[in-house]
């Protein structure tokens, strides 16, 4: 089949008529109007040869006269990936030789430069990609544009936004003039703008227009079952034309329907954890749970929501409690960061997040709950800052028993014994002795900034926190750092090795005894996003830390080596220490000697914070060694594809499919495409309301800079280098004297700490991991830089100043 009528074209017809038009015939089946016309199938294209006959018999049928002709890959105007201009439509061509012309015009976009490039990006294989060409009578429109269903700019979905503009809707779609813009909102009412700028007037549009164009995008919207991309054109005699209609891509998902009438704000917590990535299905079950107790043993209550893959805590209640309220932007400092906090902000002044009568979710059993872990907090921390050493001796020796129990028993023979062993697992009791040393140390680094306001600066402090003993994730770089320089006569095989072969040979027993064994004994069980149970460990596939090896093999200057570097920074630090405690004490004695007690216990207990997390990577590593094994059998049995399949279910499912035979293969098969979508996203909201707002989107622009890029000082420090920007550390190549440009980063991203001249991230806290590591090594750190990833090129040469806050591009 090589031309078909374009209404006889159908969503199961993907393959052969591409995309847009499946679309088209489908709005045509619902009664839209859509200019007449047909498709040049892709099995056209696959032998290669226009279907010449057939095409002008179709062409004499629409009447000969002009056509439009327009690209319809079978990659085209999917729910994850639009094509959106990418691929060449050719207007107003009249004739046979120039319609041929036109079909070979598109055919032959389907390789061009940005096409190729926009399936890279989004990882489409080139070679199952098909065209088809669409040929539809041509309108001649006096206005035509684009109308969203939902605010694309803002993710609002009870707005629509229309842009459009007098003659043919290219002028729209390409950016190439000044268009009307105009918001419908849920109560019919219409904001104009014109670059911008608000205007009175109603621009070339009608109300008359709107309300037809608001009616239509509703239909569409609940006919399609999701927010909708619309062209439109409306011609010389008031008749409104649908071109093309597909969802809107680059709309954050949702949170779940609650049914209240009143928003709800969720802020993004996976960050805090240095994930932006979804999070598995299996990880996000586990991780929902550990992270509300976590939060009820500090006595505060949060429902943890999955947007998108991601984790976001439902703030709603603490927005509206009365006592909460006033302490909620100063909590989100610590862990957060300042992005946050300012969302926060322009949240809680929003009239529909006004304090309720009562308090929030709290009955008498919360409230004692609470007490009882303010008193628990109060003892255990007072007791960290009296006696650090005999508090760090505490928690180590914890954290080896929570190792010790971590792992399974060895009677455990099949997949209903592992599931049993799985679902038992609970909170440890040990977790008092881990917890409050590390709430002591992380108040005792950050209440000093505000008692030496205008005493001393946060570069100041900052540099104080700097090479800070007793943190696991500093001991695991150096102790890394001590193995590529031992490497000796391999060092070149392992600068001139794939880190992926030299993982696959290292797992098989075939590499040279460079240490890696003994270093993955005491951290294998780490790896990037290692909070999420569906990612491998180190130990599972080493790749990464042979990459941070050979990175590592490239530092030639020993000053420049990360052992010196953190040496360096703690000698800094104790100096700075000295000579502001006596500056302070001079000019403050009380809060001097205040703020220099506190200082010296941050740095005796803040460089504890990573220990926390290195122990509850324990249990972590052992349950999912045992859902793997699982895996296996219900693979063996023929309802897993493969043992990590089990990653992409919820525990429930697991027990479905172990005791009841359920096959989950179809719900593995949906949930991997979700995932491979939204490993694609690079923008992830910090705050959602619930009617899809990314609150972000709505806070006051920033005045235009003059090529300074401005985020928050985390670790003191200037340094000029070329930007590298890396969204995967597994296979991130860095040059010592590389300014490293992320969008977050967790502990597994550290090794590359001790490469990198500098490190900027899109977000974060001044103590969250990746500053905090930052500061040991002596290196600047800026952080809640929006954009940053896009903003910065890899090779732009750039300053950092860690003290200012600011990154300059060259």
Partial sequence: MHVIALSEATTRMLDLVGGKAAGLGELIRRGERVPEGFCVTTEAHRLGVIPTAEVLAAYERLGAGPVAVRSSATAEDLPDASFAGQQDTVLNVTGTAELIAAIETCWDSLHSDRATAYRDARQIDHQTVRMAVVVQRMITPTVAGVLFTANPLTGRRDEMAVDAAAGLGTTVVDGAATVDHYVLDGAATVDHYVDGVPRDDMGCLTSAHLAELRATGERLQAHFGSPQDVEWAIDADDVLWLLQSRPITSLFPLPPRT??????VYLEFGHVQGMLQPVTPMGMSTLRTQIAAMLAALGVRVDIVDIGGRLYGDLSDLARDRSSRKRLVKLLAVDFGPRAQAVMQHVLADPRFAPTGG???RGGAQGAASLRTAGRAVVGILRALARPEAARIRMFEAIEQMRVRSAAPADLRTAADRLRFVQAQDSDDSADAIMWPIVAGMLAAALPTALLKGVAGPDEIHTVLGGMPHNVTIEMDLALWRLAQDAGDHRQLLLDTPP???????????????????????YGHRGVAEVDLGVPRWAEDPTPVFAAVANYLRVTDPRQGPDQRFQRAAAAAEASLAELVTRARRRRPVRGRIAGFLLRRARSLAGLREAGKFAGLYPLRETRRQLLLIGADLHG????????????????????????????????????????????????PVALLSDGTDVETVLPARPAGDGTLAGVGASAGRVTGPARVVHDPGTAHIEPGDVLVAATTDPGWTPLFLTAAALVTETGAIMAHGPTVAREYGIPAVICVPDATRTISTGQLVTVDGGAGTITVH
């Fill in 500 to 522: 992926a072969e030299l993982a696959a040979r290292h797992l098989r027993g075939t590499l040279p005894d460079i240490g890696m064994t003994t270093f993955l004994d005491v």
């Fill in 637 to 684: 049995s023929g309802l897993l594809d493969q043992p990590d399949d089990i990653m992409f279910l919820t525990l429930d499912e697991v027990h479905a499919a172990v005791h009841q035979g359920v096959d989950p293969r179809g719900t593995v098969t949906a949930r991997r495409a979700v995932h491979r979508r939204e490993l694609r996203r690079r923008t992830v």
């Fill in 359 to 361: 308090r929030a979710r």
């Fill in 259 to 264: 049914g209240e009438p009143l928003p709800r």
